[in-house]
Each structure stands twice: as structure tokens, then as C-alpha cells.
């Protein structure tokens, strides 16, 4: 069995974490209200936004308009770089192998996530994209923050459709 890559949340210290957390969960809210599956990103260079994002796959008609990728793009067209080696990025949902393989070539420095995804990750999950020999660049990764709130808002909202 091979490991986790994330490391335990913290304590009082995760404090801005925290906060930055709670505006990708924000995000997610609004793209829930918008029929969206309700995830968020917030990307974040030296403790300042620099773009945040909910899912627009339905809006868009873009399978790849995750929140995740939404984020990194307005981001990296924001710093006329596709490299965000400053960069963390803060999203409610466990990642699919798609948007780590995005994480990876964008080279964010630290991913923290919120609730995990058995079914569709790639980061703790399926393909694992960071433990690949494949992978140019592994950020540092924190999952679990806020992972109820997350959870909830996800569960919320299937269960409305089903």
C-alpha cells in the first residue's frame, strides 16, 4: 500500500489556511447554486488572492472547466507565466488526475484540499498522479481541511438530485 501524501491538518497555526479554505468553500457554494458540482479554488501568492474559481463545466460546456483549472489559468495569465512556483492553491475537493497533472505542470508550490475523493481522485487516489515516475513536480500536500464543510456540500447537493 503505498502512503498518503498528505499530511495531517494542524492546529491553531493553519489559522490563514483556514480562512483561505473558507472562500474556495464560498466559491464551491456559488457554483452549486449554479447547478455546478460545487467545488472551489482559491490560488494564493505571498497571503493574497491572485485568482479564485468554482466549477463552470456545465455553463462552459468544457469537461475541463474545473475550478482547479479555472484558478491556475486566470492565474497564470494574470502573471504572463504558466509557472507558479510561489503559489498555493486551496480547493474544496480532493483533485481528479486531470487537474494534478495541471497542478503539476503549473509547479504550485503546496496543495491543500478539503474533503477526499475515493471515487475521482488522483492525488490520495487513482492514478496518484504526484507519486508518478511520470510527474515533473510534486507539490507539498494537505488534505483534510475542512473536509466536513466540504463533504456536507457536496453530499447537499446530490442528494437534492437524486
Known sequence: MTE????????????????????ALDEARQAGDRGEVPVGAVLVRDG????????ETEAAGD??????????????????????????????LEPCAMCAAAISLARIRRLYFGAYDPKGGGVEHG????????????????????????????????????
Open 63 to 92: 469537461p475541463t472547466a474545473h475550478a482547479e483549472i479555472l484558478a491556475i489559468r486566470r492565474a497564470a495569465q494574470a502573471a504572463g507565466d504558466a509557472r507558479l512556483p510561489d503559489c498555493d492553491l486551496y480547493v474544496t
Open 127 to 162: 492514478a496518484r498522479v504526484f507519486q508518478q515516475a511520470t510527474c515533473h513536480h510534486a507539490p507539498e500536500v494537505i488534505g483534510g481541511l475542512r473536509e466536513t464543510a466540504a463533504g456536507d456540500l457536496l453530499r447537499g447537493f446530490f442528494k437534492e438530485r437524486r
Open 48 to 55: 493574497q488572492i491572485v485568482a479564485r474559481a468554482g466549477n
Open 4 to 23: 498518503p501524501l498528505s499530511q495531517a491538518v494542524g492546529t491553531a497555526g493553519d489559522r490563514r489556511a483556514t480562512d483561505f479554505m473558507d472562500i
